[in-house]
T-cell receptor
Framework: EDQVTQSPEALRLQEGESSSLNCSYTVSGLRGLFWYRQDPGKGPEFLFTLYSAGEEKEKERLKATLTKKESFLHITAPKPEDSATYLCAVRSYVIQGAQKLVFGQGTRLTINP | NAGVTQTPKFRVLKTGQSMTLLCAQDMNHEYMYWYRQDPGMGLRLIHYSVGEGTTAKGEVPDGYNVSRLKKQNFLLGLESAAPSQTSVYFC??????????FGPGTRLTVT
């Protein structure tokens, strides 16, 4: 069974204190790993898609990396506005073009000023 | 371009009542999805649609029905609400192999 586990569940950092979030996965044939950001009371907002081990994507203070078993979301010199829950998902299979995503439980990130 | 919209934003139902959640997208996406999000459980797929007039079951379909009469709309129905259906419901849409775009969610409480 496809599974996604994110750690830690919650992380508090001081503004400017860099860190990483982890997403471990088991899937029978990875067809994409996705990172989303979710603010309280809102829907997930797409950040990155990674397809193969060694791939990296960057956006502002965020960088996502992928290995064969896990993905990391690195946050460099974070600001309070980076506070959110970060969700990881893997695309486990596709039926008639529709995607089956398996989501992790998320990491709630708080950046203190 | 509003993206994905959902109505209503909040709803309180009594056990046994019925309701329909509406999802609309203006991106001409073929694929649409309904998820529920519960604390500690992550997002779970309820039903999905690969095009107008088609629907299929996801991971947790029991107690829900869906319809896709128009390409831009995807309706989620609860015929007889139960407290276990208290959750936040998200609709998403996508084109063939790209990322899913999510709506703002509907917070449903069943008492």
């Amino acid at each position: 069974e496809d599974q996604v586990t994110q750690s830690p569940e919650a992380l508090r950092l001081q503004e400017g204190e860099s860190s990483s979030l982890n997403c471990s996965y088991t899937v029978s044939g990875l067809r994409g790993l996705f990172w989303y950001r979710q603010d309280p009371g809102k829907g997930p907002e797409f950040l990155f898609t990674l397809y193969s081990a060694g791939e990296e994507k960057e956006k502002e203070r965020l960088k996502a990396t992928l290995t064969k078993k896990e993905s990391f979301l690195h946050i460099t010199a974070p600001k309070p506005e980076d506070s959110a829950t970060y969700l990881c998902a893997v695309r486990s299979y596709v039926i008639q073009g529709a995607q089956k995503l398996v989501f992790g439980q998320g990491t709630r990130l708080t950046i203190n000023p | 371009n509003a993206g994905v919209t959902q109505t209503p934003k909040f709803r309180v139902l009594k056990t046994g009542q019925s309701m329909t959640l509406l999802c609309a997208q203006d991106m001409n996406h073929e694929y649409m999805y309904w998820y529920r999000q519960d604390p500690g459980m992550g997002l779970r797929l309820i039903h999905y649609s690969v095009g107008e007039g088609t629907t299929a079951k996801g991971e947790v379909p029991d107690g829900y029905n869906v319809s896709r009469l128009k390409k831009q709309n995807f309706l989620l129905g609860l015929e007889s609400a139960a407290p276990s259906q208290t959750s936040v419901y998200f609709c998403a849409s996508t084109n063939r192999v790209n990322e899913q775009y999510f709506g703002p969610g509907t917070r449903l409480t069943v008492t």
